[in-house]
């Protein structure tokens, strides 16, 4: 393959980012950018490649854009299109400090809009000693309003602010240190009944000791003891289904990749919860990063795999450190290497960081980031148990999901599943925000109610009246104040036309601008989608373009005629989009106008 650059040269700071993270360059002569194609393993550097550069120099230039297509062998326009795609690195030239101040459903509510007004804008402040960038939700929704403050250098830092104030955010934007931000809250710390949270706030994050004097790695001792198939045996007798939203079954997944006669097997843990209002994973990996590690090794040894990656959304600086230094103890420990635990099977676990892109949460697009391309959703069939990550038989489970195998082994499958609803088991998380009292994540059995848990949250803010729940993120549904005995089941959301998707529960009261937060919803959308498929790429636009004239109150506009086209566009982009976000871009809006009748 001839390769064919621009004029543009890196310079010697950019060479030197690129050194740190693929070692010297090889002589001229020899370099894979001279012809061929290159190995999985090699192009699968890109992304890591374009984060050394922005990491170091705070932008990624034309020059490093062909110095890292002549060190992996990639075409420069695919470069230039992976860099493009994301939302934290830029091709512009900018300050070493950007400010990406979070626009989006629950900082919008505690007012970030004003905060963002207040900033030097990116564009056109090249000399300025930081810029703001707006950005779309940064998974601190209990906390809001949330800032991510990214410091390009040697080291680089990325520091969270949450909730940031008026004076955090002059400060820091005129380059002034950047405080530390306290630990998330707990509201249900010390409650015996918790499982998957019973460690938060318990456990020392970064002590390997104290997760093992609370229970940790006996998991992965009874699952060695039971075998691959004792393992998949319980996954399936607890019923255990994905919290990330799909509910697809855990055990029959794990098993599928298990029996697959294609070798190797790889593992993928989907750390990428972008959806706006969600967090709860965020909090599983800052306060209890060892059990995601266990709970991976767990899932690998049951389904023969020798390789696991965390996709990890490049927002989240503390849970990446808590998880490096988590797995770094694992392998120190024989937890994780060429011998786990003297039981002859061989894992171990890639951390690989996204860069700002919603879209990667969606399971074959994590395959196309990690594989150093776009992150662009797959086709489906092939299914990613036949064929996923490179081409291999693929386990994709969520945080939260992986998380629940450690008390399910603990307490055997059928016992798991006393707890829950027939179809829903187990316990669950909800990630609670909004105008509420208390916001955090909330861990409460299947079958609860919704008016149990914004009981549990405190309500809405003494002297204002609920006016809607938004359930499952931007992606999900509305209810009104008379749906709250709602069962918080995936079978009892469904009867009752709604969803729980990842587990938002977002509050809104009267002081809410409702339709300011549809278009947010509305423009989230049009800015997240990838482009890939006409349905999505043209009718998240067109949806926005409806809804804002909708709701303008102009004497001119038919209020029935956008309804209408709302609807047309809302099932265009259910019935054709390859993935989930174009399927579920127009949900919570057409709920909205059918819920909460908020235009003529």
Not at 29 to 52: F, M, N, Y
Not at 134 to 162: E, F, I, K, N
Not at 343 to 349: S, T, W
Not at 439 to 466: C, K, Q
Request: aromatic residues 6%; proline residues 8%; charged residues 20%.
């Amino acid at each position: 393959m001839d390769l064919h650059f621009r004029d543009a040269r890196p310079t010697a700071e950019e060479r030197d980012a690129l050194d740190a993270l693929l070692g010297p360059a090889p002589p001229e002569h020899d370099h894979i950018g001279a012809g061929g194609t290159p190995a999985p393993e090699v192009r699968s550097q890109l992304l890591p490649a374009l984060h050394a550069v922005n990491d170091r120099v705070g932008w990624v230039s034309p020059g490093a854009v062909n110095l890292v297509a002549e060190r992996l062998g990639v075409p420069p326009a695919e470069v230039f299109g992976v860099l493009t795609f994301h939302a934290l690195f830029s091709p512009q030239p900018r300050p070493r400090r950007v400010v990406h101040i979070c626009t989006d459903l629950a900082c919008l509510i505690a007012g970030a809009d004003q905060a963002a007004d207040a900033g030097p804008p990116e564009a056109g402040h090249e000399a300025a000693a930081a810029v703001w960038h707006p950005s779309p939700c940064l998974g601190q929704c209990d906390r809001a309003p949330a800032a991510l403050v990214l410091d390009a250098g040697v080291p680089p830092s990325a520091s969270v602010l949450a909730p940031v104030d008026d004076r955090q955010r002059r400060d820091v934007t005129a380059g002034g240190a950047t405080p530390a931000c306290p630990p998330a809250p707990l509201p249900q710390h010390g409650d015996p009944s918790l499982v998957l949270l019973r460690r938060v706030g318990v456990v020392d994050p970064a002590s390997l000791s104290d997760y093992r004097a609370h229970g940790g790695y006996q998991a992965l001792r009874t699952a060695i003891g039971s075998g691959p198939l004792g393992v998949i045996r319980e996954v399936i007798d607890s019923k255990l289904v994905g919290r990330g939203g799909a509910a697809f079954p855990a055990g029959r997944k794990w098993d599928a990749v298990a029996r697959h006669p294609d070798r190797p097997h790889l593992l993928v843990c989907n750390a990428d919860e972008s959806e706006p209002g969600t967090f709860k994973d965020r909090v599983l990996m800052e306060a209890d990063p060892f059990a995601v590690v266990e709970a991976m090794t767990i899932a690998a040894f049951a389904t023969g795999c020798e390789r696991g990656y965390v996709y990890l959304r490049g927002e989240y600086p503390e849970p990446r450190r808590r998880l490096e230094h988590a797995v770094e103890e694992a392998r120190r420990h024989g937890l994780l290497g060429e011998d786990v635990l003297g039981a002859g099977f061989q894992f171990d676990i890639e951390l690989f960081r996204g860069a700002g892109a919603y879209v990667c949460g969606e399971e074959t697009a994590i395959f196309n980031s990690i594989e150093g391309r776009r992150g662009e959703p797959r086709n489906k069939p092939p299914f990613p148990v036949d064929a996923g990550l490179f081409g291999r038989p693929t386990v994709v489970n969520n945080v939260e999901t992986l998380v629940n195998v450690l008390p399910i082994l603990e307490r055997g499958g059928p016992a798991f599943a006393e707890v829950g609803t027939t179809d829903s088991t187990g316990t669950k998380l909800f990630c609670v925000s909004g105008r509420v009292r208390r916001p955090g994540v909330y861990e409460i059995p299947f079958g609860s109610t919704l008016r149990e848990l914004i009981g549990l949250a405190g309500g809405v803010p003494t002297g204002h009246d609920l006016r809607a729940v938004l359930l499952g993120g931007a992606a999900g549904t509305f209810v009104t104040p008379d749906a709250l005995d709602l069962e918080l089941s995936f079978e009892g959301a469904r009867a009752a036309g709604a969803t729980l998707g990842s587990g938002v529960v977002m509050l809104l009261d009267d002081t809410v601008d409702l339709p300011r937060f549809l278009l947010r919803i509305a423009a989230f959308f049009r800015d997240e989608s990838c482009g890939q498929c006409v349905p999505c790429r043209v009718g998240t636009v067109r949806q926005e373009e409806s809804l804002r004239r909708l709701t303008s109150g102009a004497p001119d506009v038919d209020g029935s005629d956008e309804r209408t086209r709302l609807a047309d566009l809302g099932r265009v982009m259910r019935d054709a989009s390859i993935c989930g976000l174009g399927q579920t871009a127009s949900s919570a809006i057409e709920s909205a106008l059918a819920q909460l009748g908020l235009a003529p």
